[in-house]
Protein backbone atom coordinates (compact mmCIF):
# COMPACT_ATOMS: atom_id res chain seq x y z
CA UNK A 1 0.00 0.00 0.00
CA UNK A 2 0.79 3.54 -0.63
CA UNK A 3 -0.31 6.94 -0.06
CA UNK A 4 -0.85 8.80 -2.91
CA UNK A 5 0.16 12.83 -3.03
CA UNK A 6 -2.77 14.92 -4.15
CA UNK A 7 -3.18 18.27 -5.46
CA UNK A 8 -5.85 18.90 -3.14
CA UNK A 9 -3.81 18.86 0.22
CA UNK A 10 -1.93 21.96 -1.02
CA UNK A 11 -1.64 24.83 1.34
CA UNK A 12 -0.54 27.76 -0.49
CA UNK A 13 2.42 28.13 1.71
CA UNK A 14 5.39 26.41 -0.59
CA UNK A 15 7.44 25.76 2.30
CA UNK A 16 4.76 23.33 3.83
CA UNK A 17 3.45 22.12 0.91
CA UNK A 18 7.51 20.32 -0.35
CA UNK A 19 7.47 19.30 3.09
CA UNK A 20 4.19 17.33 2.93
CA UNK A 21 5.43 16.29 -0.18
CA UNK A 22 8.26 14.70 0.85
CA UNK A 23 6.65 13.05 4.04
CA UNK A 24 4.66 11.15 1.52
CA UNK A 25 7.74 9.73 0.47
CA UNK A 26 9.34 8.82 3.54
CA UNK A 27 5.97 7.53 4.60
CA UNK A 28 5.75 5.81 1.92
CA UNK A 29 8.92 4.30 2.40
CA UNK A 30 8.37 3.63 5.50
CA UNK A 31 5.14 1.24 4.46
CA UNK A 32 7.55 -0.44 2.13
CA UNK A 33 9.99 -1.63 4.91
CA UNK A 34 10.24 -4.73 5.50
CA UNK A 35 13.32 -5.83 8.05
CA UNK A 36 13.97 -4.24 11.27
CA UNK A 37 16.85 -2.45 9.78
CA UNK A 38 15.01 -0.55 7.29
CA UNK A 39 11.99 0.10 9.61
CA UNK A 40 14.15 1.88 12.09
CA UNK A 41 15.81 3.88 9.34
CA UNK A 42 12.34 4.88 8.33
CA UNK A 43 11.00 5.19 11.22
CA UNK A 44 13.42 8.11 12.15
CA UNK A 45 14.06 9.69 8.75
CA UNK A 46 10.04 10.08 9.17
CA UNK A 47 10.58 11.12 12.70
CA UNK A 48 13.16 13.78 12.11
CA UNK A 49 11.25 15.11 9.34
CA UNK A 50 8.36 15.31 11.03
CA UNK A 51 9.39 17.38 13.88
CA UNK A 52 11.09 19.48 11.96
CA UNK A 53 7.87 20.20 9.54
CA UNK A 54 5.93 20.46 12.81
CA UNK A 55 7.93 23.46 14.15
CA UNK A 56 7.74 25.20 11.40
CA UNK A 57 3.81 24.70 10.72
CA UNK A 58 3.53 25.61 14.32
CA UNK A 59 5.52 28.69 13.96
CA UNK A 60 3.34 29.56 11.09
CA UNK A 61 0.39 28.89 12.83
CA UNK A 62 1.42 31.47 15.89
CA UNK A 63 2.56 34.02 13.33
CA UNK A 64 -0.95 34.17 12.10
CA UNK A 65 -2.48 33.84 15.51
CA UNK A 66 -4.64 30.87 13.91
CA UNK A 67 -7.57 30.16 16.10
CA UNK A 68 -7.57 26.38 15.79
CA UNK A 69 -3.59 25.96 16.89
CA UNK A 70 -3.84 24.75 19.71
CA UNK A 71 -6.42 21.46 18.44
CA UNK A 72 -3.78 21.43 15.76
CA UNK A 73 -0.62 20.87 17.85
CA UNK A 74 -2.11 18.71 19.73
CA UNK A 75 -3.08 16.57 17.15
CA UNK A 76 1.03 16.98 16.23
CA UNK A 77 1.56 15.96 19.71
CA UNK A 78 -0.49 12.66 19.21
CA UNK A 79 1.37 12.15 16.01
CA UNK A 80 4.85 12.00 17.46
CA UNK A 81 3.38 9.70 20.41
CA UNK A 82 2.11 7.13 17.96
CA UNK A 83 5.43 7.55 15.91
CA UNK A 84 7.64 6.52 19.11
CA UNK A 85 5.27 3.74 19.88
CA UNK A 86 5.60 2.55 16.55
CA UNK A 87 9.10 2.49 16.88
CA UNK A 88 9.31 1.05 20.42
CA UNK A 89 6.95 -2.11 18.61
CA UNK A 90 10.20 -2.01 15.92
CA UNK A 91 12.90 -2.32 18.58
CA UNK A 92 10.97 -5.19 20.27
CA UNK A 93 10.10 -7.25 17.58
CA UNK A 94 6.22 -7.03 17.97
CA UNK A 95 5.65 -4.55 15.03
CA UNK A 96 2.36 -5.08 12.80
CA UNK A 97 2.45 -3.57 9.19
CA UNK A 98 -0.57 -2.58 9.94
CA UNK A 99 -0.08 0.08 12.59
CA UNK A 100 2.70 1.99 10.27
CA UNK A 101 0.00 1.75 7.28
CA UNK A 102 -2.94 2.90 9.50
CA UNK A 103 -0.22 5.52 11.08
CA UNK A 104 0.39 6.92 7.92
CA UNK A 105 -3.39 6.90 6.63
CA UNK A 106 -4.12 8.59 9.50
CA UNK A 107 -1.67 11.51 9.09
CA UNK A 108 -2.44 11.73 5.39
CA UNK A 109 -5.91 11.39 4.88
CA UNK A 110 -7.08 12.89 8.39
CA UNK A 111 -4.77 15.08 9.40
CA UNK A 112 -3.45 17.22 6.16
CA UNK A 113 -7.12 16.71 4.60
CA UNK A 114 -8.67 17.98 7.45
CA UNK A 115 -6.72 20.02 9.96
CA UNK A 116 -4.41 21.25 7.85
CA UNK A 117 -7.02 22.15 5.30
CA UNK A 118 -8.62 24.14 7.90
CA UNK A 119 -5.35 26.19 7.94
CA UNK A 120 -5.18 26.23 4.13
CA UNK A 121 -8.30 27.96 4.15
CA UNK A 122 -7.35 30.63 6.92
CA UNK A 123 -4.46 31.28 4.72
CA UNK A 124 -6.31 31.92 2.02
CA UNK A 125 -9.18 33.93 3.67
CA UNK A 126 -5.85 36.43 4.45
CA UNK A 127 -6.35 35.28 8.28
Known sequence: MTIEWKDSYLLGEA???????????????????S????LSHCAMQLY??????????????RELKFPEYAAHVQWHNDFI???????????????QQDDVKTLMTDWALQHIAQYDARLASYIAAGQ
Open 15 to 33: EIDAQHRHAFELANEFMAA
Open 35 to 38: DKTE
Open 48 to 61: QHVREHFKHEESLM
Open 81 to 95: SRLNDVSASISQNSL
